[in-house]
């Protein structure tokens, strides 16, 4: 199998600007650059640009996959992490998932990169809606969704170097399994089944209400004064938008003391979450095999049905059957010619006896003399008893 690598930054936030989509420009010769986007393919090879540089400089996230196991995203926070160092830091372990603070400010780049030996995942199939689910969970991460951090904390526990017995999981944020709704195709991007979410779930409270986030902001946005507000709504329309938006939603957050996510402190082991995880795939797909074993009953029966209401209208009129067959095998094809031979063969039963057995050999005998070198036709004939 020869080595590919896929890589691909996105900028969320806006377009690069004229500077940025230079710098762009300079990291690869070989890749499709505009100012949303830089995506590159190699074969042999790998990327050998800035990547920190590029989210630095305008991107907001990095993917890349590569068929020799290596699977890695970036995000850019140009708030910061939206939590208190003492939450955050339970689930950044500084190894498959690193923060990295800029040397000035509050932004930062958080890393996430499990090792995985080659051929332990699939080949990526749909690489945008990997894109698409890191795009949604960054995005929660920058409202303050602690489940977004959990469920990057669990494509990082699940690397090759790490006993699953041995890894305990940081508190588990209130609403974990409705996080599949945008998370999913994250953890399948890393060879996780999404319903880990559901087991991780388990027992686990609902979410809390997002009304008190907004009502936060709305505290903060009445105690402004108008010299302040002016600042904030010249800096909003003139600014890099994403980015002051960001910044403000980390000073309303220092500026209050919020209640915090809701956790609780499960400490299960990564290994009891996969079996668990196991137990609900097993019965989801017993249950699909039921649904899907009642539903060819069901159909079933409807051509059962179906098939006895046109053998009483073919006692009626056996000639209107007979043209029909023709008709089908004038059509041409072998599913017609099956066809063909389906209405001879309930023809013969509708008609019954020594009369419907002679009524359908013998214009079985005329289609097949009919069109000698249909050999498929002659085939389905011979398969439903109607030709020697």
């Not at 902001?217 to 709504?233: C, F, K, N, P």
């Not at 059962?304 to 209107?320: H, I, Q, S």
């Not at 023809?347 to 097949?368: P, Q, S």
Request: hydrophobic share 35%; aromatic share 6%.
């Amino acid at each position: 199998m020869s080595e590919y690598q896929y890589v691909i930054f996105q900028a969320v936030d806006g377009p690069l600007n004229d500077k940025q989509l230079e710098f762009a420009q300079r990291q690869s010769t070989r890749a499709e650059v505009s100012r949303w986007s830089l995506s590159v393919e190699y074969h042999y090879s790998s990327f050998g640009g800035d990547v920190d540089g590029l989210l630095r400089q305008g991107f907001d996230v990095y993917l890349q996959h590569a068929n020799y196991g290596g699977r890695e995203i970036k995000l850019r926070l140009p708030g910061g992490m939206p939590f208190a160092k003492s939450v955050w830091s339970k689930y950044v372990d500084g190894e498959q998932l690193r923060w990295t603070g800029d040397a000035k400010g509050r932004g930062g780049i958080l890393t996430l990169s499990p090792f995985h030996e080659t051929g332990d995942l699939e080949n990526v199939r749909d690489t945008q809606e990997h894109l698409d689910a890191v795009i949604r969970v960054r995005e929660r991460l920058m409202s303050g969704d602690l489940r977004a951090l959990y469920l990057l904390w669990l494509c990082a526990a699940d690397d090759d170097y790490n006993d699953p017995a041995e890894m305990i999981e940081p508190p588990v944020p209130h609403g974990i399994a409705e996080s599949a709704a945008y998370g999913g195709e994250l953890l399948s991007f890393f060879g996780l089944d999404p319903l880990l979410l559901a087991a991780a779930g388990s027992g686990v409270a609902p979410a809390p209400n997002a009304a008190s986030e907004n009502q936060r902001i709305a505290q903060w946005v009445e105690l402004l004064d108008s010299q302040r507000a002016r600042e904030v709504v010249h800096r909003m329309l003139v600014g890099d938008t994403a980015g002051e938006k960001a910044r403000l939603l980390a000073e309303i957050r220092d500026s209050q003391t919020p209640d915090g996510w809701p956790t609780s402190d499960k400490q299960r082991t990564l290994d009891e979450l996969l079996r668990k995880t196991e137990s609900l795939r097993d019965k989801q797909d017993a249950k699909q095999a039921g649904k899907a074993q009642a539903k060819a009953k069901r159909e079933a029966a409807k051509a059962a049905r179906e098939r006895v209401d046109r053998l009483k209208e073919m006692v009626k009129d056996p000639a209107k059957w007979l043209r029909e067959s023709e008709r089908l095998v004038n059509a041409g094809g072998t599913h017609n010619y099956k066809a063909a031979a389906e209405v001879l063969h309930d023809l013969r039963e509708a008609v019954g006896g020594d009369e419907g057995n002679k009524i359908a050999r013998r214009h079985a005998a005329h289609l097949a003399k009919k069109h000698p070198t249909l050999n498929h036709l002659k085939s389905s004939l011979r398969k439903r008893g109607l030709l020697e």
